[in-house]
């Protein structure tokens, strides 16, 4: 009664030690909630310490661009301008509300001439085709003008009349520009790296091999009809000025073409840049078809113009009656490749109407050289101990 009136009055109580010791109940009592474990990351005052920081930051760094003015009690706002000039300068000012040039020029004698600079002519430039922006989109950057020079005399009539056969039996009967568009197809591969660096080389490339021929007029017997003379002089007149530096951008980079009523299985690893006349026109894809590709140097020596391929070989193999079509090159042009021979110059653009043969005169009998000279002593006398000399011993 005692002990139970105490602790209904709330007295503290205490541990009995006759109490057994699993039901004594102390502060650290299993019956509790356990204590909760602390996360293994960053705590709250890791990340406000972060925030801090960066606020800090960006206001330095709005006070140092000067984007943000700081309170007044960090003193006044100031910036230093250096100046090279007066705040007013009443010769200056003068010269500027001059009402024209000359009498500007009468306060200081030093102004330059605005027409030294082109400024006087100035004027607005007219308006952009659409039509023609469209198709330089499409066609694609032109060709670098460049002027083809001949180390002589020969080696320019031999480059004019290769390329003028190229436009004149590809494209005779087209327009002008239908001729421009092949003469820059040839002056583009001439300075390609992956054709020959010559204009009659690039013009009868392959002409050698039946049926190989880069330009088909060049081993399909074409060559065999006399050119009609009013579009020869046309096609001349096209090449010489293509070989001087004229660009026909309608075709841009082109080092392809072919007619309107074929597509050879190239045509899809290849660019087209634009259809002239009666011809599709084509570049490289990639860098290979790009301005710097073409820049192959000229070194001004051309080869004898061709075909290399005898016309009457060519109508031959069209007749069935020689070496078929893809069969390799003739046997007089196997071997090693040997440096084309130097010959005659070619006929000139208006003399390639063939004419009739003359009746050669018989030929007169060798004539033994004399080796004397009538101002020498014993000149053209051998001495005897020389007179066997050279002589084969068997």
């Not at 602390?38 to 960066?54: C, S």
């Not at 660096?197 to 060049?218: E, I």
């Not at 002089?233 to 293509?242: E, F």
């Not at 070194?299 to 069935?320: H, M, N, S, T």
């Amino acid at each position: 009664m005692g002990r139970s009136a105490r602790i209904a009055r709330g007295a503290p109580t205490e541990p009995d030690a006759r109490m057994k010791p699993e039901l004594s109940l102390t502060a650290r009592s299993t019956w509790r909630d356990p204590v909760p474990q602390k996360p293994a990351g960053p705590g709250r005052a890791f990340w406000a310490a972060i925030v801090a920081v960066v606020a800090v930051a960006c206001l330095a760094f709005l006070l140092s661009s000067g984007q943000f003015r700081a309170p007044a009690f960090f003193g006044p706002y100031s910036v230093s301008v250096p100046l090279d000039f007066k705040a007013y300068d009443p010769a200056r000012w003068a010269i500027m509300n001059a009402g024209d040039y000359e009498a500007a020029l009468k306060i200081d004698p030093t102004l330059p001439d605005p027409d030294s600079v082109g400024y006087g002519d100035a004027a607005a430039l007219p308006p952009a085709d659409p039509a023609l922006l469209r198709e330089e989109a499409f066609v694609g950057p032109p060709a670098k003008p460049y002027v083809f020079r001949g180390v002589t005399a020969l080696d320019r009539e031999r480059a004019h009349y290769c390329l003028t056969a190229a436009i004149y039996y590809e494209a005779a009967s087209e327009s002008d520009d239908g001729m421009r568009g092949v003469a820059q197809t040839v002056i583009n591969r001439v300075r390609h790296p992956s054709f020959p660096n010559t204009v009659c080389g690039v013009v009868f490339q392959g002409s050698q091999r039946a049926g190989v021929c880069q330009f088909t007029f060049s081993c399909d017997g074409a060559m065999a009809r006399a050119p009609e003379r009013r579009n020869w002089l046309r096609a001349s007149r096209i090449a010489s000025a293509a070989l001087g530096g004229y660009v026909f951008p309608r075709v841009g980079l082109a080092t392809h073409y072919h007619t309107q009523a074929i597509w050879p299985r190239w045509g899809k690893s290849l660019v087209m840049t634009n259809i002239v006349g009666a011809h599709i026109f084509h570049r490289w894809r990639g860098r290979w078809g790009m301005p710097d590709a073409f820049r192959a140097p000229y070194p001004g020596r051309e080869p004898v113009p061709g075909p290399y391929l005898p016309l009457a070989q060519q109508l031959a193999i069209l007749k069935g009656q020689g070496v078929a079509p893809g069969a390799g090159p003739l046997p007089a042009l196997t071997g090693p490749a040997a440096p084309l021979p130097d010959a005659a110059p070619a006929p000139l653009p208006g003399a390639m109407t063939p004419a009739v043969p003359a009746a050669q005169p018989p030929a007169a009998a060798p004539t033994v050289p004399a080796y004397t000279d009538p101002r020498l002593n014993q000149s053209g006398q051998i001495r005897e101990e020389f007179r066997k000399s050279g002589e084969w011993k068997g």
